[in-house]
Structures are given as structure tokens and as C-alpha cells.
């Protein structure tokens, strides 16, 4: 027997949230461009990709790129591949020409020897350069130094008039605040009794390097 089968009118504001069984709304039913748990990422977020978090109980989307952490970001190590004879007392930009990693290629190691920050933030900076006189008592005088732009901005030093040495390490790091597009370069000054002064590099082992990364 032919049941009559009949139709119910939906309200012009939907179906209330106390119409529907509970678990009756599945990821399933939800339009792609809903964020839910339906896919899971495995890899890291594009800057682009978009996080809910509750602002003050409201519920709110957020770009990854606003609370992403980058420090350890633009890292970068560099050093020196042979010897380099320089001028005696002389301050002499160190040309760090080979790379163990450069992430963000923000290191010009074969023309300008400087590290260019991408963006505004502190970053941290070493260096070391091994100085050879080629003979014992011969270095009196050596210090680096961590210049900006061209200006000096931190400076160590080991200075041995009296006790003159064959070789000596001459090491430094600094905490450098700067701004997107300022160039960081390491400058070395090596006195000597006979003029036989030099900064030696190798690429087996590291002994001249110069490297960084960004904190905030």
C-alpha cells in the first residue's frame, strides 16, 4: 500500500544547532575552504598558512608568518681556503672565499667577503683568524675587528711587544642590531718583526672562518 510521503519546510534561518544529533556534522560535510582536521600538513607551514587561535574568546585565523620563530634563520659559515701574505700594521678586510653553508645566500663569499642581513633583527656573529708570522717572535701586534657598514663595531686584540710569537688565534663574537640590507665584514690588522705576516686557511680542517645567524 502507496504511503503518501511528505515534505517539511526549512526555516529561512536554517536548521538550529538543537535540530542536529550530536556528531552528525562530519569533515565530510565541510567545504574545502573550512579549517578543520581533515588533512594532515607534514612539512613545515608556508608563511601563508593559516592557524586558529582564540583572541581574547573570539576565534580568530592567523598566518604562520606572524608567530613562526626565526631565530637560527640566515645562518651562514664561511672561511678561508689557503694563505693570504698581508701588509704589515695594516687593517685588511679577511677574505673568507669558501662556504660550509650559506642558507639564505646572504654571504658574498667571492667578491665582497660581507655578510648582507635579509631583513631588520639582531643577529649573532664569531670569527677567528689564524695569524702566522712563518718564524718564532715574530707577532707582536694582532686584532679583528667586526665593522657595519664600514665602521667598526667590536674589537679584539692581543697585543705581545715584549714576547713576540710565532702564531696566534685571534677570535671574537658580537650580538650586531641591524637593519635589512646592512653588511657586516671582518677586518684583521697583523704587526710583525720582519714583515713575514699572514692569515692561513684550510679546507680540511677549519682555522680562518667567519659565521652567523639571526636571533630575532
Known amino acids: 500500500?502507496?504511503?503518501?510521503?511528505?515534505?517539511?519546510?526549512?526555516?529561512?534561518?536554517?536548521?538550529?544547532?538543537?535540530?542536529?544529533?550530536?556528531?552528525?556534522?562530519?569533515?565530510?560535510?565541510?567545504?574545502?575552504?573550512?579549517?578543520?582536521?581533515?588533512?594532515?600538513?607534514?612539512?613545515?607551514?608556508?608563511?601563508?598558512?593559516?592557524?586558529?587561535?582564540s583572541d581574547a574568546g573570539t576565534i580568530k585565523r592567523i598566518d604562520f608568518s606572524h608567530i613562526k620563530s626565526v631565530a637560527g634563520t640566515n645562518a651562514f659559515l664561511a672561511f678561508a681556503n689557503g694563505v693570504t701574505s698581508v701588509s704589515d700594521n695594516t687593517e685588511t678586510k679577511v677574505a673568507f672565499d669558501e662556504e660550509k653553508y650559506d642558507v639564505d645566500s646572504a654571504y658574498d663569499h667571492s667578491t665582497n667577503y660581507r655578510f648582507v642581513a635579509p631583513a631588520d633583527g639582531k643577529y649573532f656573529f664569531y670569527f677567528q683568524v689564524y695569524s702566522n708570522g712563518q718564524d718564532n717572535e715574530q707577532l707582536r701586534d694582532t686584532y679583528g675587528q667586526f665593522r657595519v657598514n664600514g665602521t667598526a663595531q667590536s674589537q679584539t686584540r692581543e697585543l705581545q711587544n715584549n714576547n713576540p710569537s710565532y702564531l696566534r688565534m685571534v677570535n671574537a663574537s658580537a650580538v650586531l642590531d641591524l637593519s635589512a640590507s646592512d653588511y657586516v665584514e671582518v677586518y684583521i690588522l697583523i704587526e710583525s718583526v720582519n714583515n713575514t705576516q699572514r692569515y692561513d686557511g684550510?679546507?680540511?680542517?677549519?682555522?680562518?672562518?667567519?659565521?652567523?645567524?639571526?636571533l630575532t
Do not use: C, H, M, W
Open 1 to 53: 500500500q502507496a504511503k503518501s510521503v511528505g515534505t517539511i519546510d526549512v526555516p529561512a534561518l536554517g536548521v538550529s544547532t538543537a535540530s542536529l544529533q550530536a556528531n552528525s556534522v562530519t569533515g565530510a560535510k565541510l567545504n574545502t575552504d573550512v579549517i578543520s582536521a581533515q588533512t594532515a600538513l607534514a612539512a613545515t607551514p608556508a608563511d601563508t598558512d593559516e592557524l586558529l587561535i
Open 202 to 214: 684550510d679546507t680540511s680542517q677549519l682555522r680562518t672562518y667567519f659565521g652567523g645567524f639571526r
